[in-house]
Structures are given as structure tokens and as C-alpha cells.
Nanobody, 124 residues
Framework: QLQLVESGGGLVQIGGSLRLSCAASGFPLDIYNINWFRQAPGKEREGVSCIKNNEAITKYDDSVKGRFTISLDNAKNTVYLEMNSLKPEDTGIYYC?????????????????WGQGTEVTVSS
């Protein structure tokens, strides 16, 4: 069974950077849609960025385009989310999730595998 473990969250100032990691075991990530979702307090979980590496697909929510970069290291079976120019509205718990359904769709119900989440706090 696919297992996902996130890391890299923390407290950062406005304009700062973080790199989140989603390490997988059990199956190669290359064949999955791997989506980073985030959930801010009191808000629904939203898709931030997704990669489906074997089809060369990457997607970004408009709110993070130009600031976030998603990538997959096949040798480490790990997906990264490089986050730059962070804003307070980027605050939340970030989850990586995997699905074999569709092509980087943002419906959390389509994702069968989830990590435990890593918390990101952007403050002044």
C-alpha cells in the first residue's frame, strides 16, 4: 500500500521560503496524480499544486502561480513543493495526496492516499 509522509513545514516570515517534501513508500509516485492540498483554519481543503509525472502534467492554483514549484525526484520517490514569496494567506496545513483517477483533478474525494500533513505558518 502506498504511504505518504510530509515534512518541511514551519514558521516563516512574509516573503520567506519553505520546501515541503512528500516521501512515498510502497509504490513509485511516477504513475500517480500527486496533489498538494492545504487547509486553512475554518476553510475547506483546497488544491494548491499537482503533478502527474508520467504524463508531464503540472498544475498550480492561480493563487500560487509564479511562487510555488512542484517537482518529483524519482530516485528518492519524493515530491517537493518549493514555496517562495510566502504570504499570510498561504498559512495552513499542507497535505500531499495520491490518486490514480483523472489528471490532476482538485476534488479531495478522488484521492485515496494521504499523508498526515505538515503545518505552514506565515507571519509578520
Amino acid at each position: 500500500q502506498l504511504q505518504l509522509v510530509e515534512s518541511g513545514g514551519g514558521l516563516v516570515q512574509i516573503g520567506g521560503s519553505l520546501r515541503l517534501s512528500c516521501a512515498a513508500s510502497g509504490f513509485p509516485l511516477d504513475i500517480y496524480n500527486i496533489n498538494w492540498f492545504r487547509q486553512a483554519p475554518g476553510k475547506e481543503r483546497e488544491g494548491v499544486s499537482c503533478i502527474k509525472n508520467n504524463e508531464a502534467i503540472t498544475k498550480y492554483d492561480d493563487s500560487v502561480k509564479g511562487r510555488f514549484t512542484i517537482s518529483l525526484d524519482n530516485a528518492k520517490n519524493t515530491v517537493y513543493l518549493e514555496m517562495n514569496s510566502l504570504k499570510p494567506e498561504d498559512t495552513g496545513i499542507y497535505y500531499c495526496a495520491a490518486s490514480v483517477l483523472g489528471r490532476c483533478l482538485n476534488d479531495p474525494l478522488l484521492y485515496a492516499y494521504w499523508g498526515q500533513g505538515t503545518e505552514v505558518t506565515v507571519s509578520s
